[in-house]
C-alpha cells in the first residue's frame, strides 16, 4: 500500500513537471492590418514575442540578454533595428514585376491576443502605380511553426479583405474580389478543426467527461459500465450538451449578439479544472447539464478566436457555421480516438484505480495552472 502511496506521489509530481511546460490555445499567429491610400497601404503588423524570438534565434540574435527566460521591453528597444529588418523580410509585396517599398514607419508599441504578449510594428507599403498588389508571406515563419498562421485584414478602396495565410496558402492578392462561397466555406472548416485540435483547454475538457462516461458509482467507487450500449447513451447525451451549448454561444458572439467577456478564459480553465476533480471527488454524477452550462463559456472562447480570424462581409454566416462546423468535426475525431480504448480499459483495475484518476489529476494541474496564467 505505501509503495503504491509512493509511486502514485512520484507520478503527480512528474505531471506537474510536465504541465509547466503546457500551453492552451499556444497559437503562432500573427495580424496584419493594412488600410489603402491611393497607391499605397498603411497599418501595422503584430507578432507574438516568442515566434519574434524564435525567428532572430534562427538567425543566430539572442533577444534574452540576461537569460532569465523572458523578454523585457529593455530587451527588445535594444534590437529594435535587428527585430524590424528580421520582421520586415518576411513579408513581401510586388506589383507584376515591380516590388513595393516596405517600411516601418513608427517605434514598436506591445499588445496581447489570448493573453498573450505582441509586438505591433506600424508599416507603409509604398507600389510604383495603381493596380493590384501580390503579398507573399515568406517561408520563415512555417519552417518554425507548421502550423504557423498570418490574420489579413485589408481595407482597400472599395471593399475589405479578411485572409487567412498559412503554409498551404503562403499568398494573397490585394484585390476587390472577394472569395466565393465554397472557398469561405472550405476555409473556415478547416480553421475550426485546427483550432479545436490544438485548443489544449477545449481538448482536456472533453477528455475529463469522457473517462468518467464508460464508469459508474457503486458504494463509492468507480466501476466499469456492462453495456456499450448505455455508454454510447451516455457519451452522445453529454457531447450533444457540450455542441449545443457551444453553438449558441459561440454563434451568438460572432454576430454581437452576446457581448465578449475578458474573464472567459478563466472561467473555461475552472471549467477543465471541476470536469477533472469531479472524477476524482464526485460531486455530480449526471453531467448533461454541468456540460451545458460550461458548454456555453466554451463556445465565447471559440467566438474570440473566431473574431481574429476576422469574418467576411459577405459570407459571415456561412463562416461562423463553417467553422462552427469545423469545430464538431475536430470534437467528433477526439471521441473515435479516445472512446474506443476507454471502453476497451474500464473494467480493469488498473484504469479504474490508476489511469482515469491520474489522467484526471493530470488534467486538473493543468486547469489551476491556465487559471493563474489567466487571472
Not at 88 to 112: N, P, R, V, Y
Not at 321 to 331: C, K
Request: aromatic share 10%.
Amino acid at each position: 500500500m505505501i509503495s503504491h502511496i509512493k509511486n502514485l506521489i512520484l507520478m503527480l509530481c512528474s505531471l506537474l513537471l510536465i504541465s509547466s511546460f503546457a500551453q492552451a490555445h499556444q497559437l503562432s499567429t500573427s495580424y496584419l492590418t493594412l488600410q489603402q491610400d491611393g497607391k499605397n497601404f498603411t497599418g501595422n503588423w503584430q507578432v507574438q514575442l516568442t515566434d519574434m524570438a524564435r525567428l532572430l534565434a534562427a538567425d543566430g540574435v539572442s533577444l534574452d540578454q540576461n537569460a532569465d527566460q523572458q523578454l523585457s521591453w529593455r530587451e527588445i528597444s535594444d534590437h529594435e533595428e535587428t527585430i524590424s529588418s528580421a520582421l520586415l523580410a518576411q513579408l513581401k509585396f510586388s506589383q507584376e514585376s515591380a516590388l513595393c517599398s516596405l517600411a516601418q514607419t513608427g517605434g514598436f508599441k506591445l499588445d496581447s491576443h489570448a493573453n498573450l504578449p505582441y509586438l505591433w510594428l506600424p508599416v507603409r507599403v509604398g507600389c510604383p502605380h495603381s493596380g493590384q498588389v501580390s503579398l507573399q508571406y515568406q517561408g520563415t515563419f512555417f519552417e518554425l511553426s507548421q502550423s504557423h498562421k498570418l490574420i489579413a485584414n485589408i481595407m482597400l478602396s472599395d471593399a475589405t479583405l479578411n485572409r487567412i495565410l498559412d503554409v498551404r496558402q503562403p499568398t494573397l492578392l490585394l484585390s476587390t474580389g472577394s472569395a466565393s462561397s465554397l472557398e469561405t466555406a472550405q476555409e473556415y472548416l478547416y480553421q475550426g478543426i485546427i483550432h479545436i485540435l490544438i485548443g489544449t483547454d477545449h481538448i482536456l475538457f472533453l477528455l475529463a467527461l469522457l473517462l468518467t462516461c464508460v464508469l459508474y458509482r457503486d458504494q463509492g467507487r468507480w466501476k466499469g459500465i456492462h453495456s456499450p450500449k448505455s455508454i454510447f447513451i451516455n457519451t452522445t447525451w453529454i457531447i450533444t450538451a457540450f455542441t449545443l451549448a457551444h453553438s449558441i454561444t459561440l454563434t451568438a458572439t460572432a454576430l454581437d449578439l452576446l457581448p465578449g467577456n475578458r474573464w472567459v478564459e478563466l472561467m473555461i480553465a475552472i471549467s477543465v479544472l471541476f470536469a477533472a476533480m469531479n472524477n476524482i471527488f464526485p460531486l455530480v454524477t449526471r453531467l448533461g447539464w454541468i456540460t451545458f452550462g460550461f458548454g456555453l463559456l466554451h463556445g465565447m472562447g471559440f467566438a474570440s478566436v473566431l473574431g481574429d480570424l476576422g469574418l467576411p462581409a459577405r459570407h459571415t454566416i456561412l463562416a461562423i457555421v463553417s467553422f462552427n462546423l469545423g469545430v464538431e468535426v475536430g470534437q467528433l475525431a477526439i471521441l473515435l480516438i479516445a472512446l474506443p480504448g476507454l471502453i476497451w480499459l474500464r473494467h480493469t483495475w488498473s484504469y479504474q484505480r490508476w489511469i482515469m484518476p491520474v489522467s484526471s489529476a493530470f488534467i486538473a494541474m493543468m486547469a489551476i495552472r491556465w487559471s493563474l496564467e489567466r487571472l
